[in-house]
Structure formats: C-alpha cells, structure tokens
C-alpha cells in the first residue's frame, strides 16, 4: 500500500503507548531506488498514526542513515525500544548494511532528532568466525535484544545497549537456537503468547483431552 510515494511495510509495525492514553503505531517505508532526487519521497521515512489525536505525520530517516540507502544490500527495520537503565521507551531505526548493524533511536518526535547508539560489524559482535553467512532477517525484541537469523540456519541475540548484568563492556551475540528457512533472504519473526500460560484471577483452565 502507497502513503506519500513509497510503499509502506504495515506487517512489521512498533507501537508505543502515549502518556495520556492511547498510542502510537509506527512503520517503515520501503527504500528501493525508483524515485528521483527531486521528489519530496525519494529518501526513505518512517510513517506515525497516534490513536489519541488521530493524527498522522512523516518521520524522516537520520542523515547518516541514507549513506548507502540505495544499496542493494541495504535493509531497515523500525523497532519499539526500551532503555534499562532509566525506563524510557521510543523507537529505534536499525540499518543492516554490508554486515554492518547501525542502530538510531528517536530523542524527540516534533523535532524528528535521533540519536545513534550502536555501530557494529558482524563479525565483531561474535555472529561468525571465519565464513561469512548472509543476514536473513532481524527484529528487536523486549526492548532492546536484536534477534538475528543467518543464513545458515542460526538464530542468535545481542543487545543494543551496555548489559547491566555484567561489568564487561565488551558485547558479543549469543547463540540461541536455529531456525528452519534454509536458504531463505529474508525470515520473518512473529512474536506470540503462550496459550498455555497461567490464567487470571478465578479462571478455570480448559481440561486437556
């Protein structure tokens, strides 16, 4: 679906809540190079709806964030974002280029002010050792764990900020599992509850068969 001149990719939204109630949905454009450089459009951007005013408006990308937009290689992602040590939330703009995660988070939305807080090679943050995989997908989860998918099947995290479980001020991704889209350039993450969880209060769980 078209808003402005771009596409918009309305299956990986980030959503926050609004102080006053409500909230506000963000997502991302598509970048591909069939604009030209007289068009209001031609970079990417960000698109916002706020529930509790009803108004829209566009967010522009960061400046050095459309260093290389045109790339093929190039990937983006907007994330809802979670600072641990003081609590706040915003969003983020991650850029996956070249093997090189560059992450953004928003300071100030009428201003459209962001802030970069991370700039790493893969294999710096520890996602391979001698042969290079592809980069087959990315999300941010919880906040601030960046969930990465490789393209030989391996699913690992890496969080966006300092860890405050440990004094080590060198990060590196950890390996959690695998995943079954051998192959595939792009995977997609879905994040979903466990339907076996504890019930609330005075509910009766179903009896299993």
């Known amino acids: 679906m078209m808003v402005g001149l ?7 939204p980030a959503y926050l809540k609004n102080e006053n109630g409500g ?3 963000y997502f991302m454009s598509d970048w591909n190079k069939y604009l030209t450089k007289d068009s209001p459009f031609y970079w990417p951007y960000i698109m916002s709806y706020n529930f509790g005013n009803s108004i829209s408006r566009f967010l ?5 964030a459309r ?28 850029r996956l280029m070249k093997l090189v995660f560059s992450v953004w988070v928003l300071t100030d939305v009428d201003l459209n002010t962001w802030r970069m807080i991370m700039k790493a090679r893969s294999k710096a943050m520890g996602l391979y050792e001698d042969s290079r995989p592809t980069i087959s997908g990315f999300t941010v989860m919880n906040g601030n764990l960046l969930v ?5 099947n391996q699913l690992f ?9 440990t004094s080590s001020n060198v990060k590196r991704a950890a390996k959690i599992g695998s995943h079954d889209q051998c192959g595939r350039e792009d995977v997609c993450f879905y994040s979903y509850s466990n339907t076996l969880r504890p019930c609330g209060h005075g509910e009766l769980p179903l009896p299993l068969q």
């Open 148 to 152: 990465i998918a490789t393209s030989d």
């Open 23 to 25: 909230g506000t949905i």
């Open 6 to 12: 771009r596409s918009i990719d309305f299956g990986s």
């Open 60 to 64: 522009k990308i960061p400046r050095p």
């Open 157 to 165: 995290t890496y969080t966006l900020t300092r860890d405050l479980t």
């Open 67 to 94: 260093k290389g937009v045109l790339d093929d290689n190039c990937k983006f992602g907007v994330f809802k974002f979670r600072d641990p040590e003081c609590g706040t939330e915003s969003i983020c703009l991650i």
